[in-house]
């Protein structure tokens, strides 16, 4: 245990002393382990043989584990007072150069921003599996073991030869046999102490690259002692481009691979293993060419390509009016200069047709990176990207973070969408920020596009009167088509007037007619399962989930199905019971309008139209979301039916009506920011209707009409309902004027929950300059989640604190074991 934290300190770089040994120069490097809790560098020896650079990734000795690191620097000598015979060797080295140069201060001011130690800021960042660590596994010594062992030893011993000897190789990781054995250590330990087991590291298994057998022709010349169907085979090859997959040109020559073989022999090709890359790629896409711009497209066009270095741009179009096709302009040159360009978008899955678009107009030259790609697909991405081949990358927050070499610029599409923020695990890394970060240390220019620019981006580009900051404008959708007119159905009306069903007058006859038109429409219900909570219309009792503070929603997967009820905090999932629970009422059934709900009405009211719903709860498996959007747009439904997912980027020539069942759901809740968020997405969703020859239509049903934001997006009034929202913000210190940072507290027990947060709250005062403010604590919107009590504690920093501010993570000191402590740095939600 030499390696452990107290006898190895961090390592200053001091006065160099010379330290020579027989075999010539030794080196030492620091480096960064792989242990969630260790935040200090340690050093090691390189060994003679093994050349390293900073940036590569090791395996390295730590106490009684091998984990994995990062080489950070060089030192000249080992660290003074510290006894160079106990510095251990590097053991291996497992990628050359995973890092390009800026990456670290980009890593490093995103653990000083969010207050999260630098190692987990790199987990974040890199692929899982990297630098994972190797397990310590236990044998069974069969030679050595007497008959009938057990009779010598202790009832955990006993437990732990039994469990060994049920399994043929008599061997199991120590974390298995803990797990299963109560009191396990106890028992290894005299096992090893008599020698019947023995204990060992197997390193880590990593994903490797994933190889395959290609052939290359190597011969100008052919032999002359070719038979015909030899060089058939060599002409297929020829003519496919001189290399193919070796089972490729098996399938395509109809030769077996050990006739390519005694090619191979005869000297006219070569076989070998290459790395073959697993990328994710899906759906054909056909090619397609630069669309000539409109004329606001080509001035906003001008002025991104003229950018030089560092800069920053919003791109602020309304829907439909041609973003993508700027972005896909501004990256091809940059392509041809060899550099690369990132990507950013909310969420892989829901937007199928862009990364369509860009498939079509730059081929192989993109590549996808999201955290649904399997660990090995992520692997082979980064290495590939590491290549420095001229590239797109596509990609969701985390994507942020690849390795691309030489990179020409960064784009966030729809970068209004709180989906570049993560909410946990820590760092809470908002994608945006930390791509103006990485632009600025690139000195490449950042393009963030939206039809509803975030209240921060918005006053950023205002404020800032650098020259690299630039405001472009698409105020018109392509071909001057008009935004869709708005219908606000009052539904309190509707219920006067004596519509009982949950679709107003006007909604019932526009989709009426749709279907006579043969166009199509979007039905859009806010949140998954909004509201569709059970409950008793006897006695009025509703079904919660045991764990958590919160109604259950009700699920049925189709008609016949049985009807679940589940929670959509921990997934808590029970069967729907036939009567109420409390009062055994038989009248007990769901309320609400859930996707679920509002497509069963759909059907009784209108058997005519076709619908696909769109949510959640089908679209789990991989690639739904792309294959009910592919059978949408080719007509297999009239109506699409679904929640938030819906709202981002969809551009369906025939969508002509966009109907929201509900607004009410967007507009009531707790948090500062809920405002700017309906304000957006019914804005988006709003902007789905009308976007080929047709004209469109929007009908938005709500209990509130008169609501500021429900009015804002009836008259497309981005600029008015935004300066108001500011200045409220401003009155309230809310960002983007002051800064917020969310300290968040959880545990079993509630009482203890409660204490700590008010401990931790009084050590606030005491260490928050003076202007701050600190709220709470307060118990969270919803209390219990997973059968942890959660309380908050929120505090807001007036603008002339800036980024200076104290050391928040000492709090954690004060936090006993059994509660958790996080801290949401900038949250976007605060419920
Ligand atoms: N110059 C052009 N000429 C003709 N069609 C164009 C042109 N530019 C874009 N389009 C087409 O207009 C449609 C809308 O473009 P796009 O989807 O990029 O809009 P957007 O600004 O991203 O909208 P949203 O914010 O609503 O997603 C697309 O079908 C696109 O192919
Ligand atoms: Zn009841
Ligand atoms: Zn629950």
Redesign the pocket.
């Known amino acids: 245990m030499d390696n452990s934290p107290s006898c190895l300190a961090v390592a200053e770089p001091t006065a160099p002393y010379q330290f020579h040994s027989s075999s010539g120069q030794e080196r030492w490097v620091e480096v960064l382990t792989d242990c969630p809790s260790v935040e200090e560098l340690f050093t090691y020896r390189v060994p003679p043989d093994l050349s390293l650079q900073p940036g590569d990734i090791v395996s390295i000795p730590f106490g009684a584990q091998i984990t994995g690191g990062i080489v950070i620097r060089f030192l000249d000598s080992p660290p003074p007072g510290l006894d160079p015979q106990k510095i251990k060797d590097v053991e291996e080295a497992i990628a050359a150069q995973f890092f390009p140069s800026f990456y670290w201060q980009l890593l490093e001011r995103v653990a000083r921003h969010y207050y999260t130690p630098l190692i987990i800021a790199i987990r974040a960042a890199l692929p899982p599996g990297l630098l994972r660590k190797s397990q310590r596994r236990i044998r069974l010594n069969r030679d050595a073991l007497p008959s009938g062992a057990e009779t010598f030893c202790s009832a955990s011993a006993q437990a732990v030869l039994r469990l060994l000897q049920q399994q043929k190789a008599g061997d199991y990781s120590a974390q298995h046999i803990q797990r299963k054995i109560r009191g396990a250590r106890q028992g290894l330990r005299e096992l090893l102490k008599r020698g019947w087991v023995e204990s060992y590291l197997q390193p880590p298994k990593r994903p490797r690259p994933k190889q395959q057998k290609a052939v290359t022709l190597v011969a100008n010349t052919l032999p002359l002692d070719l038979t015909p169907r030899q060089r058939e085979v060599i002409e297929v090859l020829r003519r496919k481009g001189g290399e193919l997959w070796l089972s490729e040109l098996c399938k395509s020559s109809n030769a077996s691979s050990s006739a390519i073989e005694t090619l191979e022999r005869k000297g006219c090709v070569v076989i070998q293993y290459r790395e073959i890359l697993r990328l994710s790629s899906e759906g054909t896409v056909t090619e397609d060419s630069p ?4 004329s606001a ?1 080509a001035q906003a066009l001008d002025c991104i390509r003229n950018l030089e270095g560092f800069s920053r741009v919003l791109l602020h ?9 700027v972005y896909l302009q501004a990256i091809a040159p940059l392509l041809e200069r060899g550099q690369s360009a990132l990507v950013l978008v909310p969420e892989i899955g829901l937007t199928p ?1 862009l990364t369509d ?1 860009f498939r079509a107009r730059f081929r192989d030259r993109v590549c996808v990176y999201h955290s649904a790609l399997s660990p090995g697909e992520r692997y082979d991405t980064w290495r590939q990207m590491l290549q420095g081949e001229p590239q797109v990358v596509i990609g969701t927050r985390s994507a942020i973070f690849v390795p691309l070499p030489n990179l020409g610029a960064i784009v966030l ?2 970068e209004h969408d709180s989906s570049f923020k993560q909410q946990q695990p820590t760092p809470t890394y908002h994608a945006r920020t930390v791509a103006q970060w990485r632009a600025e240390l690139e000195d490449c220019p950042l393009i963030l ?3 509803t620019p975030s209240l921060e981006s918005w006053v950023e580009i205002q404020q800032d009167p650098s020259t690299s900051c630039h405001y472009l404008s ?1 105020p018109e ?3 001057s088509r008009p935004l869709p007119p708005i219908t606000i159905v009052d539904m309190r009306r509707e219920l006067h007037q004596g519509n009982r069903s949950i679709f107003s007058d006007a909604l019932q006859t526009a989709l009426r007619t749709l279907k006579q038109q043969g166009r199509q429409g979007i039905l859009f219900i806010p949140r998954r399962g909004y509201s569709t909570f059970v409950s008793c219309r006897s006695c009025g009792y509703v079904i919660e989930c045991p764990d958590c503070d919160v109604s259950l929603s009700y699920h049925r997967v189709h008609e016949d199905a049985t009807p679940l009820l589940r929670c959509h905090y921990c997934n808590h999932t029970q069967l729907h019971p036939p009567q109420c629970p409390e009062c055994a009422s038989p009248y007990f059934k769901f309320f609400g309008s859930g996707t679920q709900r509002v497509a069963q009405e759909l059907a009784k009211a209108f058997p005519e139209l076709r619908c696909i719903r769109f949510d959640s709860d089908t679209t789990r498996t991989k690639g739904a979301h792309r294959r009910l959007l592919e059978r949408f747009a080719q007509g297999e439904a009239d109506i699409l039916l679904g929640t938030q997912m819906l709202t981002k ?3 369906l ?1 025939q969508v002509t009506l966009v109907g929201v069942v509900s607004a009410d759901g967007l507009l009531h809740r707790s948090d500062y920011r809920a405002t700017e968020r309906a304000f957006q997405t019914l804005t ?1 969703v709003v ?2 209707a009308g ?1 080929g020859d047709d004209p469109g239509q929007a009908i938005i049903q709500t209990y509130t009409p008169e609501h500021p934001v429900i009015q804002a997006v009836y008259r497309h009034d981005y600029h008015t309902f935004t300066e108001n929202t500011l200045k409220q913000r401003a009155e309230h210190n809310y960002p983007p004027y002051g800064r917020v940072i969310l300290l968040r507290l959880s545990g079993l027990d509630e009482g203890e929950v409660q204490a700590t947060a008010e401990i931790i709250a009084q050590a606030c005062h005491n260490i928050l300059p003076s202007g701050c403010e600190i709220l709470g604590p307060a118990p969270a919107s919803i209390m219990r989640v997973s059968r942890r009590y959660r309380w908050n504690i929120l505090l807001k920093f007036p603008p002339s604190v800036g980024e200076k501010l104290p050391d928040l993570l000492q709090l954690r000191a004060l936090c006993p074991q059994s509660i958790s402590f996080a801290l949401d740095v900038d949250p976007l939600n605060i419920e």
Request: cysteine-free; charged content about 35%.
């Open positions: 669309k000539a711009l409109t497209q179009g309304v829907t439909g009016s041609g973003k993508t096709e047709q678009r599409d729809e596009g939206s039809a698409l959708r392509i071909e980027g969809l551009d020539a988006q902007g789905r976007r």
